[in-house]
């Protein structure tokens, strides 16, 4: 997916499964126009990321920053209140191609690859203990 704004392009180096994650959240954030990004770059490979000298989600695929941006709304609880709506469907297109999103602060976070961690027993039932309770948690019943 390409696109014209500079603060959305595609960061170089990026795995083809981050490239994968860029495309599929750029999709998601162009249909749903929540592609303001209040001036500044959205997207982050690993390596441009250290290089900044950050220190958390050097181990993602792919780092997504927000701060002043509409992108908050698919990723951010405090950017998503009251519906959730975006931040759940995200997470839900993310887990169906093996991949998450951890928030690392209110401003960014990274998208990390599934498939490997998958294969972790200890890592499927944390999941599924996660998911079941972070659910009663949106319906109203932890």
């Known amino acids: 997916m390409s696109t014209t704004n500079p603060d959305l392009a595609k960061p ?10 860029y ?3 750029m ?6 126009k929540l592609t303001y990004t209040g001036g500044g770059k959205a997207f982050y490979s690993p390596q441009e990321w250290a290089e900044r000298g950050e220190l ?3 181990g993602s695929i792919l780092v997504v920053v927000y701060d002043g941006g509409d992108q908050g ?8 209140y009251p519906t959730y709506t975006h931040v759940n469907t995200m997470t839900e ?10 928030e690392g602060t209110t401003w960014y976070g ?3 690859d599934d498939a490997k961690a998958a294969q972790d027993e200890q890592y499927k039932q944390l999941s599924k203990t996660a998911a ?11």
């Open 12 to 21: 170089e180096g990026l795995s083809t499964k981050g490239s994968a994650a």
């Open 23 to 25: 495309d599929l959240i």
């Open 27 to 32: 999709s998601y954030l162009t249909k749903h």
């Open 56 to 58: 958390y989600a050097r």
């Open 73 to 80: 709304e698919a990723f951010s609880l405090d950017k998503g």
């Open 93 to 102: 297109l993310l887990m169906a191609n093996d991949m998450h999103y951890e």
């Open 110 to 112: 990274g998208v990390y």
């Open 132 to 142: 079941s309770t972070w659910d009663g948690v949106l319906k109203g019943t932890p």
